[in-house]
């Protein structure tokens, strides 16, 4: 699996395989997961895994009727990803309620449902405080990919202001050259763990 992935060169692929445990009719089908970059084993990857569940609903891999799928992960965690779909007044349909996207009808979109987990404190000598206003946000950050690799222990993220006019609050980056990513154009993780610095912000 690494060297596929190493192959294909993108920041994670996923891969996966039917689960030979499930037997019932009641139960979502079941599909093992693991996930790769071109050079290691992740614990965790949503966007690919959002991937692998729209390619199981639409490339005719799980019944028409099926609006759940599970994924079983290398740790024994479950994810359950989950079809949303709602008729809008439009004439189109909507996500949920609080959805500004519509899609054509006949469309979905798809929802990850993860286990609940207990929030780990970060060490406080690992995290710096975020970019000034004066260096114009994070956009402008020439990463040195070596230098990194010797002073981050996974990954390295840089956040800063947005540029004054832009639509968004702060701009993120993210580098993991130690992950064979030297930077990851958007994970879902790492704008999770950022929230509490963007609503202090």
């Not at 596929?4 to 996923?14: C, D, L």
């Not at 970059?37 to 490339?59: N, P």
């Not at 979109?109 to 970060?122: G, N, R």
Request: proline share 5%; charged share 15%.
């Amino acid at each position: 699996m690494l060297a596929v992935a190493a192959e294909f060169n993108a920041p994670v692929t996923a891969f996966l395989a039917a689960a030979a445990d499930t037997d019932t009719a009641a139960s979502a089908p079941r599909f093992h997961i693991r996930w790769f970059t071109t050079v290691t084993e992740v614990e965790l990857c949503g966007h690919s895994t959002l991937a692998a569940a729209y390619f199981l609903l639409t490339g005719g891999v799980v019944g028409s009727g099926t609006d759940a799928i599970e994924f079983v992960t290398l740790s024994g965690m479950v994810l359950t990803a989950r079809l949303l779909v709602k008729e809008a007044g439009n004439g189109k349909r909507a996500c949920n309620d609080f959805s500004v996207h519509r899609v054509d009808r006949g469309g979905f979109c798809i929802e990850l449902d993860f286990p609940v987990a207990t929030v780990e404190e970060c060490v406080p000598g690992e995290v710096m405080p975020t970019m000034p206003d004066t260096l114009n946000g994070a956009s402008v950050v020439n990463p040195n990919f070596k230098e990194i690799q010797e002073c981050a222990k996974r990954a390295m993220i840089i956040t800063g202001p947005a540029p004054i006019g832009s639509q968004v609050d702060f701009v993120t980056r993210l580098f993991a050259p130690n992950l064979g990513v030297n930077e990851d154009q958007v994970c879902g993780s790492v704008h999770c763990a950022l929230a509490h610095t963007g609503r202090r912000s």
